[in-house]
């Protein structure tokens, strides 16, 4: 007999987890997910399916003879609409009839349907037509190590298929392998121009556009097989007034940083992007504008540069890169700028973490984080390292993080990652480092290994300095914390030869920084430190990036200068 104290539920799981493809407890009056995350809880209502049958005798409607379907999968990933209707229409010609007997013998439940074979009835230019739209789609899909594709999107379901679960996910972050497609929403307002800003007209702006596509881009689209900085952003920025300026303001910032180039010019471009951005920030229909949370991240990445121009790192567009990641995933759809964006901003958020010695704040409860180790294309397995890394990361400096359990659970992770991944990971060229060289060669082919491998090796190197099993006190402390830093050293030894090596890609050199500033007052021998400072003084020196309070930290620990010398 059932308890009369057991809680009343909901007949169907509420609207808001539904969307965000989540499982709900069902409490009433509000669920405990929604509770927990402060959304609202929208009930959801169960509908009883009529059980009546349609007569034998019922009329159907005759489709016309030819029938027009509209393709719109480039214009939603792409975010603007077309500009002519018609070129998104596939003509699919109806030349059957359907007859009283076809009518009567269809009829009782359903409606008579189309055919597939009718389906594919098409002329050469009609299918010419289909066939381009169809290429552009499956050019859009990443391809697994096995050859097929790992994610699909399939426009005519409205939908996306994807393997997201895995084995050290810690959360359970989805319940469903699906999630629904909602075209990206472009707000017209402000930063919105009403014609093309391209061609540019000013010689300097032009250069600086030049500049951002052919020097910044590549910092941006690392696991991005779309590239969506190089190719897509520039051609948002004709029309997004907001996106042109931080285009503007980023190269501007870096090449008055490695050149003589006026140091002023960027100020006036940063100044305008957040003329628009900051009171739109206020508004939550615009966070779901990726032309804006594009813009965010680029400023972003000019702030980190601002450090040695300011004496601080305010964080002060992290604030707008958390709006736009927790709209949901109705708006990050794999493949679209928005997704391209959180994992930019993963990663600037993965750097300050490391730097700050804090967990990483922006939230990873979203369908395109991927903890599996399942078959998929080369950028999933470095965005599945970069996910790796942040959950090192919080469980190192979150508060009540730390068990024995967790670290366990992640170091396996960091095993299976390394035992799991595609060959394609392994370096075309390796040598050890020799008595004169600090660092072993190790070359890449494509940023996406190179990224991927550093993180993995970053998570390594968090995982060994705050390994449990060394003891606190004891004899044995000292043959264990030997053993540890040998292996810290190994690991950065080999962080630094992967970004001295493939300098091609300047975060190869960023992600070695970051290595150098947690790890690098281990090293005990002088021409080891001064390699490791070398990396740090030629990272500012040709990419911007502020390291002078790192060496001077390190030419401290080290005993170059005294703990009170400038």
Same mark, same amino acid.
């Given at each position: 007999?059932?308890?009369?104290?057991?809680?009343?539920?909901?007949?169907?799981?509420?609207?808001?987890?539904?969307?965000?493809?989540?499982?709900?407890?069902?409490?009433?009056?509000?669920?405990?997910?929604?509770?927990?995350?402060?959304?609202?809880?929208?009930?959801?209502?169960?509908?009883?399916?009529?059980?009546?049958?349609?007569?034998?005798?019922?009329?159907?409607?005759?489709?016309?003879?030819?029938?027009?379907?509209?393709?719109?999968?480039?214009?939603?990933?792409?975010?603007?609409?077309?500009?002519?209707?018609?070129?998104?229409?596939?003509?699919?010609?109806?030349?059957?009839?359907?007859?009283?007997?076809?009518?009567?013998?269809?009829?009782?439940?359903?409606?008579?349907?189309?055919?597939?074979?009718?389906?594919?009835?098409?002329?050469?230019?009609?299918?010419?037509?289909?066939?381009?739209?169809?290429?552009?789609?499956?050019?859009?899909?990443?391809?697994?190590?096995?050859?097929?594709?790992?994610?699909?999107?399939?426009?005519?379901?409205?939908?996306?298929?994807?393997?997201?679960?895995?084995?050290?996910?810690?959360?359970?972050?989805?319940?469903?392998?699906?999630?629904?497609?909602?075209?990206?929403?472009?707000?017209?307002?402000?930063?919105?121009?009403?014609?093309?800003?391209?061609?540019?007209?000013?010689?300097?702006?032009?250069?600086?556009?030049?500049?951002?596509?052919?020097?910044?881009?590549?910092?941006?689209? *690392?696991?991005?097989? %779309?590239? $969506?900085?190089?190719? @897509?952003?520039? /051609?948002?920025?004709? +029309?997004?007034?907001?996106? !042109?300026?931080?285009?503007?303001?980023?190269?501007?910032?870096?090449?008055?940083?490695?050149?003589?180039?006026?140091?002023?010019?960027?100020?006036?471009?940063?100044?305008?992007?957040?003329?628009? *951005?900051?009171?739109? %920030?206020? $508004?939550?229909?615009? @966070?779901?504008? /990726?032309?804006?949370? +594009?813009?965010?991240?680029? !400023?972003?990445?000019?702030?980190?540069?601002?450090?040695?121009?300011?004496?601080?790192?305010?964080?002060?567009?992290?604030?707008?890169?958390?709006?736009?990641?927790?709209?949901?995933?109705?708006?990050?759809?794999?493949?679209?700028?928005?997704?391209?964006?959180?994992?930019?901003?993963?990663?600037?958020?993965?750097?300050?973490?490391?730097?700050?010695?804090?967990?990483?704040?922006?939230?990873?409860?979203?369908?395109?984080?991927?903890?599996?180790?399942?078959?998929?294309?080369?950028?999933?397995?470095?965005?599945?390292?970069?996910?790796?890394?942040?959950?090192?990361?919080?469980?190192?400096?979150?508060?009540?993080?730390?068990?024995?359990?967790?670290?366990?659970?992640?170091?396996?992770?960091?095993?299976?990652?390394?035992?799991?991944?595609?060959?394609?990971?392994?370096?075309?060229?390796?040598?050890?480092?020799?008595?004169?060289?600090?660092?072993?060669?190790?070359?890449?082919?494509?940023?996406?290994?190179?990224?991927?491998?550093?993180?993995?090796?970053?998570?390594?190197?968090?995982?060994?300095?705050?390994?449990?099993?060394?003891?606190?006190?004891?004899?044995?402390?000292?043959?264990?914390?030997?053993?540890?830093?040998?292996?810290?050293?190994?690991?950065?030894?080999?962080?630094?030869?992967?970004?001295?090596?493939?300098?091609?890609?300047?975060?190869?050199?960023?992600?070695?920084?970051?290595?150098?500033?947690?790890?690098?007052?281990?090293?005990?021998?002088?021409?080891?430190?001064?390699?490791?400072?070398?990396?740090?003084?030629?990272?500012?020196?040709?990419?911007?990036?502020?390291?002078?309070?790192?060496?001077?930290?390190?030419?401290?620990?080290?005993?170059?200068?005294?703990?009170?010398?400038?």
């Amino acid at each position: 007999m059932p308890s009369s104290e057991q809680p009343e539920l909901l007949a169907t799981p509420c609207v808001t987890c539904r969307e965000h493809h989540l499982k709900c407890d069902r409490s009433v009056p509000r669920c405990g997910r929604c509770v927990r995350a402060g959304r609202e809880c929208k009930l959801g209502f169960k509908f009883k399916p009529s059980k009546d049958t349609f007569r034998k005798d019922q009329m159907w409607l005759r489709p016309p003879r030819q029938l027009i379907y509209i393709d719109e999968t480039r214009y939603l990933t792409m975010g603007s609409p077309p500009e002519d209707a018609s070129e998104c229409e596939i003509y699919v010609p109806t030349n059957e009839t359907y007859t009283r007997e076809s009518e009567s013998a269809s009829a009782s439940v359903t409606p008579p349907v189309i055919s597939r074979s009718r389906e594919q009835r098409l002329t050469g230019s009609q299918l010419a037509k289909t066939g381009q739209f169809r290429n552009q789609i499956r050019s859009d899909e990443p391809i697994s190590s096995t050859g097929s594709p790992e994610t699909e999107i399939h426009p005519d379901k409205g939908h996306v298929e994807a393997r997201s679960t895995g084995p050290y996910d810690l959360r359970s972050l989805q319940a469903e392998n699906r999630t629904q497609i909602a075209p990206p929403r472009i707000i017209s307002g402000p930063n919105l121009q009403s014609t093309s800003a391209l061609p540019l007209k000013n010689r300097t702006e032009a250069l600086l556009f030049r500049h951002y596509i052919q020097k910044l881009a590549i910092c941006l689209d *690392l696991c991005d097989p %779309l590239r $969506h900085f190089e190719f @897509v952003v520039p /051609e948002r920025a004709a +029309a997004c007034h907001t996106l !042109l300026n931080a285009i503007f303001a980023i190269a501007a910032r870096h090449l008055s940083h490695t050149t003589n180039f006026d140091p002023l010019a960027s100020n006036r471009y940063h100044d305008e992007c957040l003329k628009y *951005l900051i009171p739109m %920030l206020n $508004h939550a229909s615009i @966070v779901s504008d /990726e032309n804006l949370f +594009a813009a965010t991240i680029i !400023l972003r990445m000019l702030e980190e540069m601002d450090v040695p121009t300011t004496g601080q790192d305010n964080y002060s567009h992290l604030l707008g890169i958390h709006a736009f990641v927790n709209v949901g995933d109705q708006y990050m759809v794999p493949g679209s700028l928005s997704a391209a964006s959180f994992w930019v901003g993963l990663r600037q958020e993965i750097y300050i973490a490391v730097t700050t010695q804090q967990p990483v704040k922006l939230s990873l409860n979203h369908f395109v984080v991927d903890r599996s180790f399942g078959p998929a294309d080369d950028y999933t397995w470095s965005n599945r390292a970069i996910v790796l890394i942040a959950d090192v990361l919080n469980f190192c400096f979150a508060e009540n993080a730390f068990t024995v359990g967790r670290w366990n659970a992640l170091d396996e992770a960091c095993k299976k990652w390394s035992a799991t991944r595609p060959q394609s990971f392994n370096p075309f060229f390796y040598r050890e480092p020799t008595a004169s060289t600090t660092f072993p060669e190790i070359w890449y082919g494509s940023s996406c290994h190179v990224i991927g491998i550093q993180h993995h090796i970053l998570a390594q190197l968090f995982l060994t300095q705050f390994d449990p099993s060394i003891p606190k006190v004891g004899t044995n402390r000292r043959a264990a914390v030997k053993k540890m830093t040998q292996r810290i050293e190994t690991l950065v030894r080999e962080l630094c030869g992967i970004g001295v090596c493939n300098q091609w890609t300047p975060p190869a050199m960023f992600t070695a920084c970051m290595g150098i500033a947690m790890f690098g007052d281990q090293f005990s021998e002088r021409y080891d430190q001064e390699a490791l400072i070398d990396i740090l003084r030629k990272t500012e020196a040709d990419h911007a990036r502020p390291t002078a309070a790192i060496q001077q930290q390190l030419m401290k620990a080290w005993g170059w200068i005294p703990e009170n010398g400038e």
